[in-house]
């Protein structure tokens, strides 16, 4: 007995069932893919989706520091670490922000899930 209307979504069921049960990993959460899932976000907002944004060059802008309490980021750790970086949105995605290098900045992903999508009374910072 078929338990889709086609191939194509018996393939997508079986990677939905198959993921949410264990039996496939999630691929692994790199720069590009982190863009463009920021884009897609922008998009939907309909906001402006500017130049790539990669956490390796917003880190190396940033110095290192989380721009929320101001503390050291540590490169090495990976999410779901909650001292891992993460990309902060001054302007959130939410409140119709841009996802450009001036609006977004280095922060770490328990400082960033406590903050939110409040936020957009800082300036944007001004990069050259």
Same mark, same amino acid.
């Given at each position: 007995?078929?338990?889709?209307?086609?191939?194509?979504?018996?393939? #997508?069921?079986?990677?939905?069932?198959?993921?949410? !049960?264990? @039996?496939?990993?999630?691929?692994?959460? $790199? !720069?590009?893919?982190? +863009? @463009?899932?920021?884009r897609?976000? &922008? #998009?939907? /907002?309909? $906001?402006?989706?500017?130049? &790539?944004?990669?956490? %390796?060059?917003? %880190?190396?802008? !940033?110095?290192?520091?989380?721009?929320?309490?101001? /503390? &050291?980021? !540590?490169?090495?750790?990976?999410?779901?670490?909650?001292?891992?970086?993460?990309? +902060?949105?001054? =302007?959130?995605?939410? /409140?119709?922000?841009?996802h450009?290098?001036?609006?977004?900045?280095?922060?770490? =992903?328990?400082?960033? $899930?406590?903050? *939110?999508?409040?936020? *957009?009374?800082? #300036?944007?910072?001004?990069? *050259?």
């Amino acid at each position: 007995m078929e338990r889709c209307c086609s191939e194509k979504h018996g393939k #997508q069921l079986y990677n939905r069932e198959s993921r949410a !049960d264990g @039996r496939q990993k999630p691929p692994r959460w $790199t !720069d590009e893919r982190r +863009d @463009r899932y920021h884009r897609r976000r &922008a #998009q939907k /907002k309909e $906001t402006s989706t500017g130049e &790539a944004v990669l956490l %390796a060059e917003i %880190a190396e802008r !940033d110095g290192w520091r989380c721009h929320i309490c101001q /503390k &050291a980021v !540590d490169p090495g750790l990976v999410w779901p670490h909650s001292m891992s970086p993460s990309l +902060d949105h001054v =302007v959130p995605l939410s /409140k119709g922000g841009p996802h450009e290098p001036r609006n977004v900045r280095l922060s770490h =992903v328990r400082c960033n $899930t406590a903050r *939110g999508n409040r936020g *957009g009374g800082e #300036q944007l910072l001004l990069t *050259g």
